[in-house]
Structures are given as C-alpha cells and as structure tokens.
C-alpha cells in the first residue's frame, strides 16, 4: 500500500531545543502539505510545496519555523528553538496535481506529535 | 476566502442508526473529500467526490456543485465509526489548497 510516511511517530522535548519531522510523500506526488492540529481541532495550514517548490507557507510562523523539500521523496519541517505552544500534532499529506489549478486526492500521514516541555 | 461550513457539530447516535452530516461551501470548487479521524488521530480517506454520488459499504456520499454542498450518510452506525468527519474542498479559481470545515464529531454508543 502506497502511504505517506512520517518520522518521528512521537517527540518530547524541552523548550529551546530544535525539532525536525520528516515526511516522504507516496511516490509520484508532487504536492506536500504540512498541517498542524491541537486538541483535535481543525488543521491549519503551514506551508506546502508543489514540485518541491515552496507555493505558501503563510501559516507559518517565520521566526521559528521553516520548511523545505531537499528532493521529491523528502519534506522536512524545523523548529528552532521549540516552545511550549509548539506542542500539537503534525501531519504530513501529499497529492498529484496535473494542472496549475487541481490538486489531486490528498492522503495523510499518521503525524508526528511533538510535546515540548 | 472559502468558507466552509459543516453541520451538526456533535452528534450522538444509538448503534444502528443512521445518520447524515452535511458540508456548506461558499464557493465553486473543483475537489471535495470527507474524512474520517478516528479516536486514535488517524485521518482516513472516506471519499473523493467534487461531483456526483459514491457508496462504499455502509457509507456513501453526494456533492451538488452547482448547489455547493456535500452530504454524508452513515448507514447502521458502528462504534468503530466515531470520531471526527471533516470536508475539504479545493476553490476552483485557485486549484491550490485545501479548506477544511471545521468538522462533525460522531459518538456511537453501543
């Protein structure tokens, strides 16, 4: 089964320290998505790519965070330093999109839930 | 931007019933999905629907477009079907995102 793959499953960490998640989208999709949820509520919206191209990452708090796709089959999201209020589960999805303006069927990955302390 | 809204918020349903969620869009979209997150975080596909009807086993769903909403129906509830039901939908004059609603949770209880 094709799947979106997440790294780390679970984080505990202090504040101050840097945090990386890793995400592998399912191979031949060219859109990634990170989101990040709280206490089960909605999923906000932080950045996403298109061909490994950064297309907005207005959701993203820029001083602490960033993210990047080094190659097709990887995105990561940093960040440094951690805080308390960072603590929430991330989710990795990815998508094909044919056109400027479609974006395919999106599938999740199983998050990456961080607590800092 | 999008809006979208989905309705009833909670929902308690006795084993066996059945119900409908619904999802409201503020706009023309060219892709609508439902999921599925389960009382573990896992959010499932449920469908891929921009248009039309779709049935997968007790579950099926239908998108009007042109009247911009989404229906849901559960079919003789299990427990394993509780958790949280979101709609997301792509605005077709950006092609880029998706908008989630903010979601039905659904308790079944046995």
């Known amino acids: 089964d094709a799947r979106v793959t997440q790294t780390p499953r679970d984080k505990v960490t202090e504040m101050g320290q840097e945090v990386t998640m890793r995400c592998q989208p399912i191979?031949?999709?060219?859109?990634v998505f990170w989101y990040r949820q709280t206490m089960m509520q909605g999923l906000e919206l932080l950045a996403y790519?298109?061909?490994?191209?950064?297309?907005?990452d207005s959701g993203m708090p820029k001083d602490r965070f960033s993210a990047e796709m080094p190659d097709a089959t990887l995105a990561t999201l940093k960040i440094q330093p951690s805080e308390p209020r960072d603590s929430a589960v991330y989710f990795c999805?990815?998508?094909?999109?044919?056109?400027?303006?479609?974006?395919?069927?999106?599938?999740f990955g199983e998050g990456s839930r961080l607590t800092v302390l | 931007g999008i809006q979208v809204e989905q309705s009833p918020p909670d929902l308690i349903l006795q084993e066996g019933a059945n119900s409908t969620l619904r999802c409201n869009f503020s706009?023309?979209?060219?892709?609508l999905q439902w999921f599925h997150q389960n009382p573990w975080g896992q959010l499932i596909n449920l469908f891929y629907?921009?248009?039309g009807t779709k049935q997968n086993g007790r579950l099926s769903a239908t998108t009007v477009a042109t009247e911009r909403y989404s229906l849901l129906y559960i079919s003789s509830s299990q427990t394993t079907d509780s958790g949280v039901y979101f709609c997301?939908?792509?605005?077709?004059?950006?092609?880029?995102?998706?908008?989630f609603g903010t979601g039905t949770s659904l308790t079944v209880i046995p």
């Open positions: 999805a990815s998508g094909f999109a044919g056109t400027a303006y479609t974006t395919g069927e999106l599938f």
């Open positions: 191979l031949g999709h060219n859109t």
């Open positions: 790519f298109r061909n490994r191209a950064p297309l907005d």
């Open positions: 706009d023309s979209v060219n892709n």
């Open positions: 629907i921009p248009s």
């Open positions: 997301a939908v792509v605005p077709s004059n950006t092609g880029n995102q998706f908008y």
